[in-house]
């Protein structure tokens, strides 16, 4: 379901590392992805994640009047919502919001799962510093439509992050939350390799509040006989994270990819 609202402020301060600024077109996410914790962030008290989703419709004309008071810094586009989720064909808030961005040219960093990214190619190539990151969590399609079930394919998002690099657009691979025992490392770091990002960010699953009841239903559904291992797993001293994270940074070396692990938080 979409609701349409409107809001006060665009940017807000962003916490992240490498961002001064969050700007989020909508409110939920309609990709639904089961490790989500976005809901945890924004206190979400409107029912499943993935059902509703707000759009914020008059955020282009606040962020404009933002802009012109000489908002400085990095703007991450899409921290607690995907920015091209499916709301945006119809109402392309943030293709709009880029229009604006590109006229201060503000330094910007898109995070998405999805290919529509690749309709704002001829503005992300106006900008003088803009990166975009693509998230990928399994190489096989049937998994992420269980997932990640409202997001573009496996096969999209890869053909994406090669478009993007042909086009001189900075790209990285946003290689999380690593689900243990369902994310395929090596044939994904192999698949990504070949599109060839600038850098890839490892993460392991972080059980902010409500994503462990998501995550094991998910698990008790799909791979039951995997129950024990993730109760051993996220009740121990992060072994295997720690096991999975020094297999990545090896496979990347070897790959002459760069990698970077986020060891920030649980
Ligand atoms: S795409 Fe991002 S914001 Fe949307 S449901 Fe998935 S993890 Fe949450």
Redesign the pocket.
Known sequence: MIKEIKVKTALSPSQLPGLDHALNPYRG?A???I??Y?PSVIHWDKGK??ELVEVKINLPRILSKELRAKKKGVVGL?T???PY?PAEKKYELTRRCLELLLMHDLPVCIQ??SSLVLRDIDLLKGFSNIEVGI?LTALDNRVREKM?P??SSVDERLRALAELRTNGIKTWVFLGPIIPHITDVDALLDAIAEVKPDYVLVERLRLKEGVWESVSGFIQDFKPELVNEYERIFQGCGEYYGEVFEKVISICEKKGLKCEINRLGV
Request: glycine share 16%.
């Open positions: 996410c990709h639904a992805c490790y989500c976005a994640w993935g899409g607690v919502t995907d989720q998405t799962k998230t990640e409202g997001a």
